[in-house]
């Protein structure tokens, strides 16, 4: 769900480590489930990727790789 919402909002793990003040690397073992996100981090993240409904989904209870792929989906309709 990490790497979809980086790649959903067009950025690349140098930019986003960038925007976190963390390492390419970092940002990496993160989408790979190598190092534990916490959850200021999560936040950062979410909001520099303008994923904002996946981290509401989270807090919901409700799966966030989920909503992101019918947002995608329904973003594809519209050609967005």
Known sequence: ???????RAGMSQEKLAELL????????KFENDQKMLDVPTYVRWMEATNAKEAMIATLCGIDPLAVTQQITAIMALFGG
């Open 21 to 28: 003040s963390r390492s390419r690397s970092c940002i990496s």
């Open 1 to 7: 769900m990490l790497r979809q919402a980086r790649k």
